[in-house]
């Protein structure tokens, strides 16, 4: 019997880098998977075996959407876009308003906003697609997708995959999905608090690239293969895709230190700060390997002894996943908070807010003998998790029609529209995860609708056509204009 195919929806925003490299990670983890199973399948088929009847295992159609980028209306299209702006310039405010919103009168509240201008577009994706199953990558889009669902009237399996080691937003328990996956107990535990049903909750870890489980040579070769020195301890400086994390700080206060070390340093996309520091390489005081963007991290990994990153949860699981101690150079207020305390409360490293804190924290650990070193090796050993990925895929395709079976559209006799319309109503007392609350959220969600449309920066067309948007602008205003709606709440 020939095999069906099944169709996943990852639905994603491209808020940072990290939403999309998790849905990167559960598609190869699929690919490979799915391989593996036809593979199997057929061998069984040549040798003989007793499958006669075995039908043929599915295979996979793979949809990774930008569901804000490519569905959604203005302004929320754009105001999107201000988070890595916010994170570089305004860190601060970011992290008042992640923990202001923290709550489930808050959420309510911005989605009343925003979620009209991203519902209709939600249903054509939906329809268009026809996934089997759906998956969410990103907090903002759980109530919305769950609230699409209901107006289509057909039960397609929805599942989210949480991002965040511990300081899960309250935006992410969305009642109604069919499974949470999150990263660690500390996560799990916050969901039972905030009244999510314990069966549905599974703490199968955080998805990395499937190529982090991968045999590879010893250190010492791929030390050779680097071009490093065999004998001195390496130290991998990253700073995300975006090459963001204070680079260039590190590496000079490393260079100033004279440590006896040797630097592989990967600044990503940030080209700027590549030729910047391949400018420098000259004169610095200490070997040092340039990279730009590469894709070959786990070799990087496994070639050093020592990891600095800021504290992106993706960065966290790929470095436990190689071994590696870690000193934190940096978080995002609010949403990454729960990310230091995973690392340094386990034990698998350290937070460095300063050069000197971060020279401090490598000489503990470079020096010969250094029990400090062992003891946050076996640490990230204990933590190490680089199967996550296939955990969560064999969780999900788990949902999907048994082989052979039609899928729910196929059951499905009644025709569904490309969209449907529908009036978003606030009840009269509308009740989440345990609270009660009552209407006067709607007229807090109508006058911060105002105060958003007030802001000029906003209305321009597009960022194509009249240059990036005025981010200091932004956020010299947001507070206040955040301050005035809760001013207005609280009476």
Request: glycine residues 8%.
């Amino acid at each position: 019997m020939k095999g069906s195919q099944r169709t996943i929806l990852f639905l994603i925003a491209d808020t940072g880098a990290g939403h999309r490299s998790a849905a990167n990670a559960l598609r190869n983890a699929i690919t490979i998977m799915a391989e593996e199973k036809h593979s199997k399948w057929l061998e069984d088929q040549q040798k003989g075996r007793d499958v006669e009847n075995a039908p043929e295992p599915p295979t996979y159609r793979i949809e990774i959407v930008d569901v804000f980028e490519e569905y959604g209306r203005f302004p929320l299209r754009e105001a999107v876009k201000l988070y890595g702006p916010t994170i570089r310039y305004n860190p601060s405010l970011y992290g008042r308003f992640f923990h202001m919103t923290d709550r489930a009168q808050s959420v309510a509240a911005v989605k009343t906003v925003a979620g009209p201008m991203v519902h209709k577009g939600l249903l054509r994706l939906i329809t268009s697609v026809q996934p089997d199953v759906i998956v969410s990558i990103h907090p903002m889009l759980n109530h919305v997708t769950v609230e699409a669902l209901a107006d289509l009237g057909l039960k397609i399996p929805f599942l989210t995959v949480v991002t965040d080691l511990i300081s899960v937003h309250h935006s992410w328990y969305a009642p109604g999905a069919d499974g949470y996956i999150v990263p660690t107990e500390q996560a799990r535990r916050l969901y039972i608090r905030r009244g999510m049903d314990p069966a549905k909750i599974h703490v199968l870890g955080m998805p990395i690239d499937p190529k982090f489980t991968l045999p590879l040579p010893s250190k010492e070769d791929l030390r050779r293969k680097l071009g490093l020195d065999r004998c001195l301890p390496t130290i991998l400086l990253v700073g995300g895709g975006d090459g963001a994390g204070g680079l260039r700080s590190a590496v000079q206060a490393i260079s100033q230190a004279r440590l006896p070390i040797q630097l592989l340093v990967i600044t990503g996309r940030n080209k700027r700060l590549f030729v910047h520091l391949q400018r420098l390489r000259a004169e610095l005081k200490v070997p040092a390997k340039i990279y730009g963007f590469v894709h070959n991290m786990p070799e990087m990994m496994h070639a050093a002894d020592i990891i600095v990153t800021k504290a992106g949860p993706g960065s966290i699981c790929e470095a436990l996943a190689c071994n590696l101690p870690i000193i934190l150079s940096g978080f995002v207020p609010g949403q990454e908070e729960g990310n230091v305390t995973f690392v340094t409360e386990n034990g698998a490293g350290v937070l460095a807010r300063t050069p000197t804190e971060m020279i401090d924290a490598l000489r503990r650990l470079v020096k010969p003998g250094s029990q400090v070193l062992q003891g946050q090796l076996e640490n990230a050993r204990r933590l190490s998790h680089p199967r996550a990925s296939f955990e969560i895929v064999e969780h999900i395709v788990s949902y999907l029609p048994a082989p052979g079976e039609p899928s729910i559209w196929q059951r499905s006799s009644q025709p569904r529209p490309v969209y449907v319309r529908r009036r978003f109503q606030q009840p009269a007392i509308l009740q989440t995860g345990g609270y009660r609350f009552p209407l006067r959220v709607a007229a807090s969600s109508r006058r911060l609708r105002n105060n958003i449309a007030r802001l000029g920066v906003l209305r321009r067309p597009t960022t194509r056509t009249t240059g990036p948007l005025d981010v200091r602008a932004v956020s010299r205003r947001l507070p206040q204009l955040i301050g005035h709606t809760s001013a207005r709440d609280e009476k």
